[in-house]
T-cell receptor, first 116, second 111 residues
């Protein structure tokens, strides 16, 4: 089944304790992206990647890191989480069309992160 | 500065009637506009898109209209069905490969 998977689905942690949220897709998509969803703010793009070893900042990259060593995986790293990073996080993937940002993205089920 | 705006946080529509969701944008460089639908506890799913060179795109019960001069787009759902109750996000993209989403509109379809 074609899908985007995220792990963990739920995570409660404490300020300053490094964590990684994994994202994996089995559709051979070039484009992958991370978003956070907050009440009243909608979906905001954190980082995106056009292909292996190519990553770029979205609208709210502060406090996050990503890597794209393999095409299928795009982990989100919080080196020193803070309470303002408590949010619902979504990973998404898409094939590129004419080498540009995708139109249709496939989203994972989300990871609810709480930072105490 | 919010580049994609959905000014109605929620909308209630009678089943069988037309639902119209609105979206405004400020960046004239956007060249694709997208609508996503989201149910609770699930990731968003793509619904329909429109290129900036078009003014209408239709897919079954869903039609998106684009008015470039007004920097406005709308999603029409007709007839509305109970399964359409969800949060709808408008989004836009341009050649810098970023995707900007609006804050979403929660649609309630009333029986």
């Amino acid at each position: 089944e074609a899908q985007v998977t995220q792990n963990p689905r739920y995570l409660i942690t404490v300020t300053g304790k490094k964590l990684t949220v994994t994202c994996s897709q089995n559709m051979n998509h070039e484009y992958m992206s991370w978003y956070r969803q907050d009440p009243g703010l909608g979906l905001r793009q954190i980082y995106y990647s056009m292909n292996v070893e190519v990553t770029d900042k979205g609208d709210v990259p502060e406090g996050y890191k990503v890597s794209r060593k393999e095409k299928r995986n795009f982990p989100l790293i919080l080196e020193s989480p803070s309470p303002n990073q408590t949010s619902l996080y979504f990973c998404a993937s898409s094939p590129l069309s004419s080498g540009r940002a995708p139109v249709e993205q496939f989203f994972g089920p989300g990871t609810r992160l709480t930072v105490l | 500065d919010q580049q994609v705006k959905q000014n109605s946080p929620s909308l209630s529509v009678q089943e069988g009637r037309i639902s119209i969701l609105n979206c405004d944008y400020t960046n004239s460089m956007f060249d694709y506009f997208l609508w996503y639908k989201k149910y609770p506890a699930e990731g968003p799913t793509f619904l329909i898109s429109i290129s900036s060179i078009k003014d209408k795109n239709e897919d079954g019960r869903f039609t998106v209209f684009l008015n470039k001069s007004a920097k406005h787009l709308s999603l029409h759902i007709v007839p509305s069905q109970p399964g359409d109750s969800a949060v709808y996000f408008c989004a836009a993209t341009n050649r810098d490969d970023k995707i900007i989403f609006g804050k979403g509109t929660r649609l309630h379809i009333l029986p």
